[in-house]
């Protein structure tokens, strides 16, 4: 049985500051300030409206991870993220069914260094998966 519970939506976007701007105008709140993360070669900033969070990503240089991802998709969203109880168990399941994994967990400093991983679905695309952080 999977433990896997919706954290974010993940937003690609080409100037960061912008970005949160037109989501303030929509009535987001910014739940943490960017943040680089130099592992991935990103800027990230949390926001949330009426319960949903959203991730905005913007590369800060060509060799981000997201360069390639943000030249192709331009401003959009491109994953969701799932925060699970039980890494192993959830990656297993999901490697075993059809899912493929991108990259290997790997700390997230916008996430208290938990661990995440992407893996896609040749059906419906890029996935995250976040370690659930302990209470
Ligand atoms: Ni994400």
Do not use: W
């Not at 590369?59 to 192993?88: A, Q, R």
């Not at 400093?109 to 059906?123: D, E, G, I, K």
Request: glycine fraction near 4%.
């Amino acid at each position: 049985m999977l433990t896997l519970k919706i954290h974010h939506i993940g937003y690609l976007v080409k100037k960061i500051n912008a970005a949160i701007q037109s989501f303030e105008i929509l009535g987001y709140r910014i739940l943490q300030e960017t943040i680089y993360d130099d592992i991935r070669k990103v800027d990230i900033c949390f926001m949330e409206k009426d319960g949903y969070c959203i991730e905005l990503v913007s590369p800060v240089s060509e060799d981000s991870v997201v360069y390639g991802l943000l030249k192709k998709y331009k401003n959009s969203p491109y994953h969701i993220c799932y925060e699970t109880k039980d890494f192993e168990a959830d990656y297993r399941f999901l490697t075993a069914n059809g899912f493929i994994a991108i990259d290997e967990p790997t700390p997230a400093p916008a996430l208290q260094n938990r661990n995440v991983a992407f893996l896609t679905s040749p059906s419906m695309g890029m996935i995250e998966l976040l370690v659930s952080s302990p209470s």
